[in-house]
DNA sequence: ACAGGTCTTGTTATCGATAACATAAACGGG
DNA sequence: CCCGTTTATGTTATCGATAACAAGACCTGT
């Protein structure tokens, strides 16, 4: 194999193509002004080198990076998944490359990670929910990169935003069960308050129970977030053992909704004959489930595709002011509700 | 607000807190040898200052970024986003973060990328998968750096493996269904060979079958993949109308399964009853829906934690030759085969 | 009390690309 | 054909932390 000598350097490119330094810098970008034939004789000489470009030294000198930083809660969650993904695509045309990271639900591992990213010194960082520690919102604040904040509409952003309210999209599913003429309703939502979108979901359930006179204490805590089927489950059974003349409930994503599902075909209890079943989040399972699942769609994708268009135009200088991007998300009324 | 001034550097640090910047700087280090007094100093120093690290410069000078680059085909997939998950873990104690990169399961976006992440000079590569571009196999044997083959046994390995046989785990579920009687079994999976797992586990599909003697061409090709429930579900209903006598179906994945048990549950068809269906991967889904996924478990998690763990190992020089790590998948037979 | 060791801190040069400035060559319109 | 402009390339200094080397202060046992 391969001696482990010293990889070379542009310098060592620069003299085997006969030119100096900075040229082969220049041929390494694609915008600037190299001759053809120059261009061309760097490349081979580049090639038969092996070399590979080195980006640590660029990023010192030029202060770029050309890093996003990013935090989700989970990357084992197709949501948030699909708001990096839109984010990726976003900004990969303009070179950016996404610096991920995962807080596990946990604000003070958001903390942590947030020092460890705006070390890599980032050109932006979006971070998923408005809730911080104040140390983070501190470190955001003085970070002199754009801030932007997702899936959520915080009540005093640090920059900008790119969300939708958790509570509103809520309240719009219980009023179409009102609608209806569904009034027990209960929730199924995460036991902790660490997962503030959640949090937020239970809130604006509660809210808007009392907003029609109707009960809103029928809460079943499923246990720590990120709750999943299996939850879901388990805490419909308790909903129905419980609470047994309950029509409605409210899953606080499709996940634990389609749990809530399979129990109730475990027990033999119809699905929406009996009780009725909403999730949020639009998975692909509750729109192939059977029966499909009732839900909110709150365009996690559209959440990272504006978040990079505005990251490009704030990095452009075209976007001076924090902006505050409001995502309208959509109920999807199907199968599993009457 | 703040005012756009220059962020402070650690000469900056040093100045307040009257010491020469080497001192910041191993102050910075938890295991250098500062004094208890100057340590404290040159912290309290730091955040009256707000000054944040700038890995950037540290990169450069001492020639770590402590970065581990890791291709994936897809974010949006539990299984890759599991093996992550353990690779985290695993890397986080040691200060080692994880760079990534989504392939879209397209060997070609595979290069790319792999040419933008070795800029980045990360300590180690992890790449899924064992087929490569010749030009992405190039650049991975001369990085100079651990190179590890995830998620697959391949023929001829790079560097370090930490995998299994996608063909194998699929024998094993043929003979699965084949001891149980059943002899008329299709296979669902991807149309092109852009998912080499897939490909690798229709192909042990094809020769399991032909091993004990029966018709292999029970094929049926679902779309480009990454192919999910939708896709699934449509896969089964052509099986169904073209070969209503078939008695089991393999799937590629869990979600392909889980759309496939749908379309039966709309036609009418009994699981297990008139028809067996089998996935891979073991996901959620499979250990909740009614009836239960019969399916494998390649330990995707495991995959990601073993690999750190030879990651540290290499690093630490304790690991010299190129190791092959082989992961026993498990065959969880459930409800949905008899 | 002193040689040899440990602990703490400082000095200098450097990692490798590129921003900023400078310049020679080619071009182009009147 | 000349001068202003554009194009192609070179020179020098620098980004900010730290490796390598050095050295004084502080022990510690005999």
């Given at each position: ?257 389609f749990g809530a599902l399979t129990e109730c ?74």
């Amino acid at each position: 194999m391969t001696l482990p000598r010293k990889a070379p350097t542009m310098a060592d490119v620069a003299r085997l193509a006969g030119v100096s330094p900075m040229t082969v810098s220049r041929a390494f970008k694609h915008d600037a002004s190299v001759s053809d034939a120059t261009r061309e004789a760097i490349l081979k000489a580049a090639d038969d080198l092996g070399y590979v470009f080195d980006s640590t030294a660029s990023n010192l000198r030029s202060q770029r990076t050309n890093f996003v930083a990013v935090t989700i809660p989970s990357i084992n969650n197709a949501n948030f998944a699909d708001t990096v993904r839109g984010l990726s695509e976003g900004l990969k045309a303009r070179g950016l490359q996404i610096l991920l990271g995962t807080t596990d639900y946990d604000i003070f591992e958001e903390e942590r990670l947030i020092e460890q990213l705006l070390r890599r010194r980032p050109e932006a960082i979006v971070v998923t929910g408005g809730q911080h520690t104040p140390r983070a919102r501190r470190m955001l604040e003085n970070a002199g990169i754009p801030v932007i904040e997702t899936w959520d509409l915080p009540p005093s952003p640090i920059g900008h935003v790119v969300g939708f309210s958790n509570a509103a999209a809520v309240r719009a599913m219980v009023d179409h069960f009102v609608a209806r003429g569904l009034t027990r309703i209960a929730f199924i939502g995460g036991d902790a308050d660490r997962d503030t979108r959640g949090t937020d979901r239970r809130a604006g359930f509660i809210a808007a129970m009392q907003t029609h006179g109707l009960d809103a204490t029928r809460l079943i805590a499923a246990g720590v977030p990120p709750i999943s089927m299996r939850e879901g489950a388990d805490a419909m059974g308790r909903l129905l053992d419980t609470l047994p003349d309950t029509e409605a409930v409210i899953c606080v994503s499709d996940l634990s909704a389609f749990g809530a599902l399979t129990e109730c075909q475990r027990r033999g209890v119809e699905v929406p004959g009996r009780i009725s079943i909403a999730g949020f989040g639009d998975y692909e399972i509750g729109a192939i489930s059977v029966p499909t699942l009732t839900t909110i769609n709150p365009f996690p994708r559209e959440i990272g595709a504006q978040t990079a268009a505005l990251i490009l135009k704030v990095l452009d200088g075209e976007q001076a002011e924090p902006a505050t991007l409001s995502i309208l998300p959509r109920l999807l009324p199907r199968q599993s509700s009457r």
